[in-house]
């Protein structure tokens, strides 16, 4: 169905083949559609709106990064912060700090 054809082509010349941009805009326009229909309405309101699929992409891209800054410093926190207090078996403590870790490493932050 060519949806994805706005995501891995640039947008054509409008003069030199119409058909070829009418399914660019086509395939453009059903993309953010897409797109935005699946994203929360929290997430959606934060993003600036655009008319190609690409530029939205990155200013979905941009707003993550952001996101991604903001939960590595809370894992960070909750990780230095964890304590053993005899409430769960030392097995799920320790399973619970190698989550955290798991999740930091993920996000590209380096433990020592």
């Known amino acids: 169905m060519d949806i994805d054809l706005a995501l891995h082509e640039?947008?054509?010349?409008i003069p030199t083949e119409l058909t070829a941009y009418e399914s660019w805009e086509r395939s453009n326009h059903l993309s953010l559609m897409l797109i935005k229909s699946h994203l929360s309405?929290?997430?959606?309101?934060?993003i600036l709106d655009c008319d190609k699929v690409a530029d939205y992409m990155k200013s979905v891209e941009e707003q993550f990064f952001r996101s991604d800054k903001a939960?590595?410093?809370?894992l960070?926190?909750?990780?230095?912060?964890?304590?053993?207090?005899?409430?769960k078996s030392v097995r799920e403590h320790i399973m619970e700090m190698r989550d955290i870790a798991t999740q930091l490493?993920?996000?590209?932050?380096?433990?020592s």
Request: aromatic letters at 4%; hydrophobic letters at 30%; glycine letters at 6%.
């Open 10 to 13: 640039n947008e054509p010349p």
């Open 41 to 46: 309405k929290s997430i959606r309101g934060s």
């Open 71 to 74: 939960l590595a410093s809370t």
């Open 76 to 87: 960070m926190k909750k990780l230095s912060g964890i304590r053993f207090n005899n409430s």
């Open 105 to 111: 490493r993920s996000l590209e932050v380096e433990i």
